[in-house]
């Protein structure tokens, strides 16, 4: 004889499968965040102001899927000036933060400015 579950049973299981699987693809789509929907946002210091805005992102292809970020290039007033990957302590849709205790954009740009 074989067993079968019950039909009740088996629709929870099923409902609590499809339910599991809606929350890791929630949690995947809030954890991604798009290039795009950063590029020219700003960028702020550790204390919440704007320091620049976001120009590119470098990053160091090896052939992996996902190659690793190494770095930004944010615009300073005039100026560009590359901020190491280290140098950044949130990344948001629409918002890239800072570990710099820079409190303007002139100290962040002479510090971190590249030649």
Do not use: H
């Not at 620049?52 to 190659?67: F, I, K, M, N, Q």
């Amino acid at each position: 004889m074989i067993f079968r579950a019950s039909a009740p049973d088996a629709w929870q299981r099923r409902l609590q499968a499809r339910a599991d699987r809606v929350l890791v693809r929630r949690s995947v789509r809030q954890a991604l965040v798009s290039l795009a929907g950063l590029l020219w946002r700003p960028v702020l210091n550790q204390a919440g102001e704007e320091i620049g805005r976001l120009v590119d992102v470098v990053c160091r292809w090896s052939g992996e899927p996902y190659p690793p970020v190494t770095g930004v290039v944010v615009k300073v007033g005039r100026r560009s000036a590359y901020v190491p990957a280290e140098a950044i302590a949130e990344i948001k849709p629409g918002l890239l933060r800072l570990g710099s205790a820079c409190s303007s954009a002139s100290a962040f740009a002479t510090r971190c400015s590249t030649p």
